[in-house]
């Protein structure tokens, strides 16, 4: 069973670039679902994707935006970078669309801002 | 919108003690209720997924409890390891299709 997975782990941009985080979900699972955590804090929720479709979105600007392939991997991208973005952000994947199944977390892409 | 607060912020026991964390919800209509653990650097663990008409799960040495009611949870871990040490969070799952963690307690234990 290969488990989820995200790349690239570390990532430096500067403040107003564009940057693409990628997610390969686990094995069977057809929903993802991407968080920012900033440093010494809980994750917050993006979005959720599911059938290629957003499936839920928590509270984020339309700067951020994703999508989902039909093999279920998904992308994250992060227009106008800001330097509050620096984040560890993270994927998960699910096999139900209503975060009524475990999530399996990726470990992470680092993105530092600068 | 739903806030999440886990008290206490960090926790240090030693090895063999039980311990309790309290996590605290303020919207009582919640789908499910979820425990992960953190280690440094890394990605979570899913340990426990509590649903809304449950009162408790049981992993192992971890059982969980929900009072939906007066929005509390909490994650009891027996026996405690070294292994153990990690930060655990809580998350609530809202009918909006929206999750909300906690911000987390950072737990060592000492061997």
């Known amino acids: 069973e290969t488990g989820v997975t995200q790349s690239p782990t570390h990532l430096i941009k500067t403040r107003g670039q564009q940057v693409t985080l990628r997610c390969s979900s686990q094995s069977g699972h057809n929903t993802v679902s991407w968080y920012q955590q900033a440093l010494g804090q809980g994750p917050q929720f993006i979005f959720q994707?599911?059938?290629?479709?957003?499936?839920g979105r928590g509270n984020f600007p339309p700067r951020f935006s994703g999508l989902q392939f039909p093999n279920y991997s998904s992308e994250l991208n992060v227009n106008a970078l800001e330097l509050d973005d620096s984040a560890l952000y993270l994927c998960a994947s699910s096999s139900t669309n209503d975060f009524g199944s475990p999530l399996h977390f990726g470990n992470g892409t680092r993105l530092t801002v600068t | 919108k739903q806030e999440v607060t886990q008290i206490p912020a960090a926790l240090s026991v030693p090895e063999g003690e039980n311990l309790v964390l309290n996590c605290s919800f303020t919207d009582s209509a919640i789908y499910n209720l979820q425990w992960f653990r953190q280690d440094p650097g890394k990605g979570l663990t899913s340990l426990l997924l509590?649903?809304?008409?449950?009162r408790e799960q049981t992993s192992g040495r971890l059982n969980a409890s929900l009072d939906k009611s007066s929005g509390r949870s909490t994650l009891y871990i027996a026996a405690s390891q070294p292994g153990d040490s990690a930060t655990y969070l809580c998350?609530?799952?809202?009918?909006?299709?929206?999750?909300?963690f906690g911000t987390g307690t950072r737990l060592t234990v000492i061997p």
């Open positions: 509590i649903q809304s008409s449950q």
């Open positions: 994707y599911y059938r290629e479709e957003e499936n």
């Open positions: 998350a609530v799952v809202t009918g909006a299709n929206n999750l909300f």
